[in-house]
C-alpha cells in the first residue's frame, strides 16, 4: 500500500524558513519522480517543485531562489526547504507521486506564515 506522509509545516514568521519531509513507503521509491504541491484556502492546487528519480528539480512560480526540493533514496524521503517565506506561501503542502500509474496524495501539512 502506498503512504506518503508528511511533516515539517507550522507556524513562520516572514523572512522566516520551514524544512517540510515527506516519508513515502509501499513502493520503489527511487524509481518515481517526486512532488510538492500546496493548496491555499480558496484557490486551486498548485505545483511548487518537481524531482526526478535520480535528483533533477524544477521550480515553479514564485517559489524560484527561495525553495529547494530533494531527496534521499536511500531513506525514501523526500524534502522541501523553504527560505524567505512570504505571508502567500501559507498553505497545506502535499507530496505527490504516481507510482504504479495511479496518483497518490499525502495528507498534507499546514504551513502558516505571519507576524
Known amino acids: 500500500q502506498v503512504q506518503l506522509v508528511e511533516h515539517g509545516g507550522g507556524l513562520a514568521q516572514p523572512g522566516g524558513s520551514l524544512r517540510l519531509s515527506c516519508a513515502a513507503s509501499?513502493?520503489?521509491?527511487?524509481?518515481?519522480?517526486m512532488s510538492w504541491y500546496r493548496q491555499a484556502p480558496g484557490n486551486e492546487r498548485e505545483l511548487v517543485a518537481t524531482?526526478?528519480?535520480?535528483?533533477?528539480?524544477t521550480h515553479y512560480n514564485s517559489v524560484k531562489g527561495r525553495f529547494t526540493i530533494s531527496r534521499d533514496n536511500v531513506k525514501n524521503m523526500l524534502y522541501l526547504q523553504m527560505n524567505s517565506l512570504k505571508p502567500e506561501d501559507t498553505a497545506v503542502y502535499y507530496c505527490?507521486?504516481?507510482?504504479?500509474?495511479?496518483?497518490?496524495w499525502g495528507q498534507g501539512t499546514q504551513v502558516t506564515v505571519s507576524s
Open positions: 505527490y507521486a504516481v507510482p504504479h500509474g495511479v496518483g497518490s
Open positions: 509501499g513502493f520503489t521509491f527511487s524509481n518515481y519522480a
Open positions: 524531482i526526478s528519480n535520480d535528483g533533477g528539480s
